[in-house]
């Protein structure tokens, strides 16, 4: 199987579906959106994955239009749709959802370290959710959230953030990540640091601790997810 990958920034790349994708025999056809790029066709890719990065959805950055044209297109011919954090968000913006701060009781609220996620009714009995516990540790890495998109169904919630995972149609979007090695985490830190103690405090060297305390965990289930969905597809 072929998968196309979207990726926004150099640090936020593939990480552990790389190595999913390796040990399955999946094609990664991974496109730079930083760089000078050729918009692909969604027409030649089984599927497609749309990683995070520190845009938001409701400001300009230069690959934004090109990359809802594509999104928009691959939903007109079908194919499975995967997105991570501000993946989810574009994707929720191609269904027609609006994408903004994230606020609980009149003030913004970031998600920065490791937090358990819910999953809803219709989540637990979701394919992409299969196998998974009813309370799921995951990676949550933003400060923007989203709307519901018209048909879509509501898979996750937290308790900062309701709209953690939703399904429409053939296409998933998670507000976490799973894909992220210690590596990574680390090296967010660097790169969003001036982003991160905006209106919030992190102790660096704990979220580093857990990084590595959770690596295992977070290896199995990047790959049951991955799993999970490449399933839906065949």
């Known amino acids: ?49 749309i990683l995070g990065g520190p845009m938001a959805v409701y400001e300009e950055f230069p690959s934004k239009n090109d990359e809802l044209a594509f999104i928009k297109d691959a939903l007109d011919k079908d194919k499975h749709i995967l997105g991570f954090c501000l993946g989810a968000q ?49 990676l949550q890495w933003h400060g923007d959230t989203f709307d519901l998109p018209e048909r879509g169904i509501l898979l996750a919630s937290s308790d900062d953030c309701k709209n953690q995972a939703f399904k429409c149609h053939k296409s998933y979007g998670v507000q976490f990540h799973m894909e992220f090695t210690p590596q990574m985490v680390e090296k967010l830190i660097l790169e969003d640091r001036e982003w991160i103690y905006k209106d919030y405090q992190l102790d660096d060297e704990q979220l580093k601790q857990q990084s590595k305390a959770y690596e295992e965990l977070m290896a199995k289930q990047c790959n049951l997810l991955m799993d999970n969905f490449i399933a839906t597809i065949q």
């Open 1 to 49: 199987m072929k998968f196309l990958v979207l990726q926004h920034v150099p640090h936020e790349h593939p990480g552990l579906i790389s190595a999913w994708a390796e040990q399955r025999g999946v094609g990664l056809t991974i496109v730079g959106m930083w760089k000078p790029y050729r918009r692909p066709k969604a027409g030649d890719f089984d599927a497609v994955i």
């Open 90 to 138: 574009l994707l929720a913006n191609a269904l027609g959802a609006k994408v903004y701060p994230n606020e609980k009781n009149g003030r913004p609220v970031k998600e920065i370290g490791y937090y358990d996620i819910r999953l809803t009714d219709f989540g637990t009995e979701d394919p992409l959710f299969k196998n998974f516990q009813p309370a799921i540790k995951v």
